[in-house]
Structures are given as C-alpha cells and as structure tokens.
C-alpha cells in the first residue's frame, strides 16, 4: 500500500483532503507548514508529496529525494512565478489552466504531468476552492495512473508576486477594472482591496457590478 501526502498552508484545504481520504487507496497525511512536512517524511516514505498551496520554499533534499508534485494555475510555461491567480485577472484573462508539474529547483519549470481547464469567476476565495476540486481530481488520476510528466514546450512567461501595497484601489480606469481588482484579492489571508483616507483604511470585499454600478461591503479600521 502506497503512502501520500498533501501539503497545503491554506485551511480551506482540510475539510476537502479529511473527505478525499476516507475512499482514497492507500494511507494519507495533511501537513499545513515546513516543520509537519518534516515530521511526516520522518515516519513514512510517500509516493508522491502534492503540493496544493505552499508559500514556502521546498528544501531541494526533499523533491530529489521524493516526487513532488505541484500545482500551479496558468498554462505554463505561460505564467510561471508569483500571485497567478491576481496576475492572470490585472491581465482580462477569463478562463486558465490548473497544471500539474514536477517540482524542480526552478521555479514552476519541471515537466507536465497533466493540465484541466479552470474559470476564473467569482471571488478570489471561490476561484481557489474551484481550483481545489479541480486539483483532487487531478490526484485521483495521478494515484490511479502514475502519468510521466513531459517536459513543457514554448517560451516562458514570468509572472512577479505582488506586494501589499499593489493592493490599493486604482484610481482610474472603468468599474469592470475596479470590480476585478477588489475579487481578485478577496480571499482569507490576502491584502483586501483598499483605499487610504486620511487615518483611516477602507477595504473592499463581496463585490458585485450590475450595469453602472458596483456594489461591495466596506470594513474601516484607523490605521
């Protein structure tokens, strides 16, 4: 019987692995940061170690040692690097690719074991949840198919990670660009969409644009 684990720091994750495992074959573990991870290779050997949403680095002893395998939301080798998801919808992408990829010492290049379509409607934090149930199917396949993954064609594009501060509302363009930046960012544990007045922050989440007019709900703390 083959060991797995999955390897997410986003808790949305836990209730969808604690489900998938219970008729999954084989014996599987969740570890959400570096030190679980570690303690886990410490008592099993895993088939494959599936990489969900990790902010850290993966130490290099362990993805040549094991088969990591990572999931990244852009057609690579299109979008490869930080903050996909913001990145693709700043640039009108409506639609993506969820990829499947080995992981190797740079970044988002390893070869390809699979790609699946994927919207990127809605919320910030239902485009993730998207791309979880998208990510479990693609790990059944994996367990059940062992696919070799091939290495990916074309020219590469890089995609930087945002920083907090890229966060602050536009102040020009049309609402469908003020409507995108506010969802693309609304998810647990990401800068919410905000404006600076005076002492006080704004920060924008739930939009919804009907026609002329964009609606979303406001917090205001003093900063």
Not at 57 to 82: Q, S
Not at 164 to 193: C, K, N, T, V, W
């Amino acid at each position: 019987m083959s060991n797995y684990i999955v390897a997410s720091c986003r808790e949305w994750h836990r209730s969808a692995f604690e489900h998938f495992a219970k008729n999954a074959p084989g014996q599987w573990r969740y570890v959400n940061s570096d030190e679980s991870l570690v303690a886990a290779l410490a008592v099993m050997a895993p088939r494959y170690i599936f990489f969900l949403h990790w902010s850290a680095l993966v130490p290099v002893e362990i993805f040549e040692k094991y088969e990591c395998v990572c999931f990244h939301m852009t057609d690579v080798p299109y979008g490869r690097g930080g903050s996909p998801l913001q990145n693709l919808i700043a640039a009108g992408q409506t639609e993506t690719m969820v990829s499947a990829l080995r992981m190797e010492k740079e970044l988002d290049a390893g070869p390809v074991y699979g790609k699946r379509p994927m919207s990127l409607a809605g919320r910030a934090e239902e485009i993730y949840l998207r791309a979880g149930d998208v990510c479990w199917d693609m790990i059944q396949w994996m367990v059940a198919d062992e696919p070799t993954p091939a290495p990916q064609q074309g020219e590469a594009t890089v995609f930087r990670r945002r920083t907090p501060d890229q966060s602050e509302l536009p102040g020009q363009g049309d609402l469908h660009r003020l409507f995108d930046h506010i969802r693309m960012l609304d998810a647990p544990g990401y800068p919410l969409a905000f404006i600076q007045y005076g002492d006080f922050r704004l920060e924008f989440s739930h939009a919804e644009l009907d026609g002329n007019e964009l609606c979303a709900r406001v917090s205001i703390r003093k900063t």
